[in-house]
């Protein structure tokens, strides 16, 4: 079973004091397309309104489905191993169905549970002693940078541009392949709660409208094309040399 690739918000909390557990919910934006060459503006405007560290991104996820011995509900779970760092990094997550009914209906986000926890380097043979199944594997390289609010709320927004492999054979991460030559995603995160997602929906919403000359955010299933204003955006922004305003 194939699955969308979308642009995912964490919403994270410490869940029965457990280290490296999370519970969350997630607010989904909208998967963008980037055209490459605008890649380097895309980073000028980010350092510009986040003043931070750029953090390379290259993870290798395996998405697996359950078997037929694990219930008549199907789910899905993402192994993650984090290949930025000299020591791999494991993790696995379980993305819920998006929230419903008419609020949901009028947020410009989706709203999703979502499941995190750091693991051992053998997991994958665990999940399969499980009754788990593969179901397809990618590569994610690029980079990402936090933008910190404080207004109207407390929050730290992660905006990561990256482009998605297919791998060609089992595991295989030294040979990927482009799944969309050319094209980037751009995926925005924010942590929240049940309590505040409207807010965060908000915050994040401001600062797609402030990316709008670059890119065009939107949610899981509504066309987001290359916006026209891109490339005369970006001169402007690399001949600049970044920005200064904060949102």
């Known amino acids: 079973m194939s699955r969308r690739l979308d642009m995912s918000l964490c919403i994270s909390c410490t869940f029965c004091g457990i280290p490296g557990y999370r519970i969350s ?104 002693s499980l009754g788990y199944k593969l179901d397809y594997e990618m590569l994610r390289t690029g980079f990402s940078f936090q933008l910190h609010k404080t207004v109207p709320i407390a929050v730290t927004i992660t905006i990561s541009v990256t482009a998605v492999h297919r791998l060609p054979k089992i595991h295989a991460v030294d040979d990927p392949q482009p799944v969309t030559p050319g094209l980037q995603m751009v995926q925005v995160s924010a942590p929240a709660s049940p309590d505040n997602y409207s807010e965060v929906v908000g915050a994040i919403s401001g600062l797609a409208e402030y990316l709008a000359p670059l890119v065009h955010l939107s949610k899981p299933g509504v066309p987001a094309g290359i916006v026209p204003t891109a490339s005369t955006a970006a001169a402007a922004l690399v001949s600049r040399g970044g920005i200064t305003k904060v949102l």
């Open 25 to 128: 919910l997630s607010i989904v934006l909208g998967v963008l397309d980037l055209v490459t060459q605008h890649v380097d503006a895309l980073e000028v405007l980010l350092q510009g309104l986040c003043g931070g560290l750029r953090e390379t991104i290259k993870v290798h996820e395996i998405c697996l489905k359950t078997g037929p011995n694990l219930g008549a509900v199907a789910s899905e779970v993402h192994l993650c191993c984090s290949l930025s760092q000299p020591e791999p990094v494991w993790s696995v997550r379980h993305v819920g169905g998006a929230m419903r009914g008419a609020g949901a209906d009028q947020l410009p986000a989706l709203v999703r549970p979502v499941l995190e926890a750091g693991i051992s380097n053998n997991s994958l043979r665990f999940m399969y």
